[in-house]
């Protein structure tokens, strides 16, 4: 089952890899070896072979028997990964992350686990499956999506960043509502005061400003 076509802008992938691998030599202390370079290439070059991959264990021919409800099926985790020979393991896993939610730039927002999904209304994802999405199909690391889960518990992925401990790209932001009873949203750090999320009219990259800034939450991080 081939994966949909989201809205897919490899020009502005390309420049945003090439922007943050920028910034991330830029924060190496010097002498840092130049084995450790990152082939921007080398972070998208099995999204062709993933796309092909089932998006979830669910027969395509039951998903739309009533059997999974609006959200439809749940995704299956994806095969791990490992950073090519002479990259930094870490850094090239949180580029891919970042990667991967700016492929889906344009998804529109729907309560759906996988991007396949597709009723009447639309393809599409939520905040929290969004972020669940990424890392699993970027890095085959499965996490649950349900947001009050995923901000905090035994099912959350990674650690909670200690207050004031300086972002990096891929940690997860949580954001509580107004009032600040509960945390109801989740973005996805890409640096420079950007961040990635599906709200509102879909995937799109902002600035970390605003409701997002005023009502954060703690964040998490996936990859150290």
Known sequence: MPAPSPRIAS???AAFLLAALGL???????GTALAQAIDPASLTADFPERDRLPQTDAPESAWYSGRYGSWGPRARTYPGVEAPKGADPSAWKRLRVAAVARRHEGLAYRHHHIPAWNPGEGQGLDCSNFTSWVYNYGLGVG???LISAQADGPQAPGRRLAPGEPFKVGDLLFITTKSG???SHVVLWLGEGRIIDSHGEGVRVRRFTGWYSEC???ARRVVE
């Open 11 to 13: 020009a502005r992938v």
């Open 24 to 30: 991330f030599w830029a924060a190496q202390p010097p």
């Open 143 to 145: 996490f649950t999506s």
């Open 181 to 183: 009873a509960r945390v």
């Open 216 to 218: 954060f939450s703690h």
